[in-house]
């Protein structure tokens, strides 16, 4: 069950990726009379609905399984892209959003406490990492592969020119839905005597509470958070057209950055093995803070372009080890559940900046840079993050 599990998890998270059109979408926006605050505001709506569904989905995928929590998740999606077809206001794009949030959040604490539980026992937390990296891997793949078919159907980013690129996300996100049918639910996440509702959420608190490693782990996911995809969506297109780049080289950078991260992602665990945990991690968290900086220093259409596409490889390096460190501290019967706290917590804090930022980016998209990287290592050294403790495993 291990690998077919893992295999269809990673099948799945590649349909939900393959957006053919996003790396226009704020192009397309734009030329249809939104402003960059509103559409922050839009990315605002989506991270704060996974906000306000994180617990209430994590603790249905602990209660149902997470199978159906995953399949959910990938048919909210899929509706999402089908209403965008039609969207042509910005109350449209709102509703959407609002859509897109819950889908998301229905796979948030479940893929991975699916992932996790369908390990085998011995050496877990060194297996997570392995098996996440693949799964963010192919989850940036997908946006290699999207950009690049999405920009030549696109072409010069008329509005029309969407409407086939959508439809072959929707078919995309179907074949990824049929796809869910055929998971296994993990042993440990079935029978009569799951814990209530309330049990869950309570235990999940008591955890972060109670927890020192876990709470500060959660501490430095929530304030190093890298804004990636306020990055990719808002700043870093109407940036690189600013700096001279056409809609097809922007096309092109984010699928080269997303190249990049496959492989980032993929192979983050070597660069802990080589460096060890605390350096790693440290290193991880600080970098791309040191890029935003370099970013609003830099001009012109190649420097932009390669620290772009540098920015979006190496930004959420630490997503698969931080992804096991977290599983390895949490028990399987309330996994999904402690995870999605986790994940609200990261999404109110993305949810509060990203339209701070896009507020400093239309006045100077510079400005807005030196703040997000002025923050991430700002709080990575409040939180010492070059003391974190090389130990991670605790009795769970």
Known sequence: MTAGNINKVILISFAQRFHLYVHAYALLLLARGLTLLQISLIESVVIGSIFLMEVPTGILADRLGRKWSIATSTFLLMCAEFIFLFARSFEWYIGIALLTGTGFAFASGAVEAL???????????????????????????????????????????????????????VAALGIGLLVCFSLREPATTTGDERPGSLSLLRAGIVLLATNQRLRRLTLLAVFSAPFTATLVTTLAPPYL???????????????????????????????????????????????????????????????????????????????????????????????????????????????????????????SLELAFVTIGAVIVGSALLLRVHRLPQATVESS
């Open 241 to 363: 057209v600013q700096n001279q780049a056409t809609p097809f080289v922007v096309g092109l950078t984010l699928s080269l950055g997303s190249l990049l991260a496959a492989v980032t992602q993929r192979y983050a665990w070597k660069l802990e093995a080589w460096l060890g945990q605390a350096r790693a991690v440290a290193l991880l968290i600080l970098l791309p803070g040191a890029m935003y900086w370099l970013l609003a220093a830099a001009a012109g259409p190649v420097a932009t372009v390669l620290l772009v596409t540098f920015m979006y490889g190496a930004n959420d390096m630490k997503a698969p080890l931080f992804s096991a460190y977290q599983n390895a501290l949490i028990s399987s019967e309330n996994r999904a559940t402690a995870l999605s706290l986790i994940n609200m917590f990261v999404s109110l804090f993305i949810a509060i900046g990203a339209p701070i930022y896009a507020s400093l980016a239309q006045t």
């Open 115 to 169: 992932v996790y539980d369908s390990l085998p026992a011995d050496d877990r937390e060194d297996a997570m990492k392995r098996a996440m990296g693949r799964l963010n891997s192919a989850s940036q793949i997908a946006f290699v592969i999207a950009p690049l078919l999405g920009g030549l159907i696109i072409g010069d980013a008329r509005a029309e020119n969407f409407v086939p690129a959508i439809a072959l996300t």
